[in-house]
């Protein structure tokens, strides 16, 4: 089975080159790699252009900055594999993680994998740790999303009934919430495979945006009223707050 591993790229010099090479030095050899350019500049030709001549490497330029959704579904229709994984440009995968999905998927009748995964500062320090539950469903995922985009592989099929919507955040989350509520079927390795690297500006300003995707989510992609909105994403903040993964 091919995999087509989506990577969107904007601004992101400094890691984009761990994340491409933790792809292409997977056990599973049955993949493309395929690089959206979201910021399609000079400065980013100049960094991506290392990568232009590799096998395995399509890139894909986009004409204006879309954003992370648009430019993940934006790789996903120019990808030929029959599963896709989503890897962000800060994000790196252990040597294993595409062979485990795709045994699991030969093994299993599942939709969605997901695995593990290691908060991490710089390339070794780790933050936190979070092990989702093997099985998920919308009222599990309502509670708290413990899923990152990184460590997912997803029929292909499914996502062209269903695509990332362009919000500033969270948009993964919506997604994996859309899904569960149609009945996909989610499945959770319990091992280690994902490295999601935690930035020092992912806070106040971004935690703004996530408030807003968040109320955005439940009261008008979910169609929630207003007190359960609130309700809702007070259990998601205390839960990630807990569990560290917010």
Sequence with gaps: MLVSVIIPYFNDEINIDKSVFSAL?????????????????????????????KKKIKIIRT?????????????????????????????FWKKNKLNEQVLAFKNKDIDVCYSNYY???????????????REMNFKKLLKS????CSTVLIKKNILKKNCF?????????????????KNY????????????????KSLSS???NKLFSAY?????????????SVLLISRLYINAFIKKYL
């Design 216 to 228: 955005k989510i439940y009261s008008y992609y979910l169609k929630f009223n207003f007190f359960i």
């Design 206 to 208: 971004l935690h703004v």
């Design 185 to 200: 079927k989610f499945f959770g390795i319990n091992k280690y495979l994902s490295f999601y690297r935690i930035r020092n």
């Design 165 to 181: 919507r362009n919000l500033k955040t969270k948009e993964d989350y919506l997604l994996w919430l859309e899904l569960s509520k």
């Design 119 to 133: 908060g991490i500062v710089g390339d070794k320090r780790v933050i936190y740790s979070v092990e989702p539950p």
């Design 63 to 91: 004409n204006s900055n879309l954003g992370v959704a648009r430019a993940r579904n934006l790789g996903i229709r120019k990808s030929k594999g029959k599963l896709i994984a989503f890897l962000d440009s800060d994000d």
């Design 145 to 148: 999303c413990p899923i990152s």
């Design 25 to 53: 030095r997977q056990t599973y050899k049955k993949f493309e790699i395929i690089i959206v350019d979201d910021e399609n500049s000079l400065r980013s030709f100049e960094i991506l252009k290392k990568f232009k001549n």
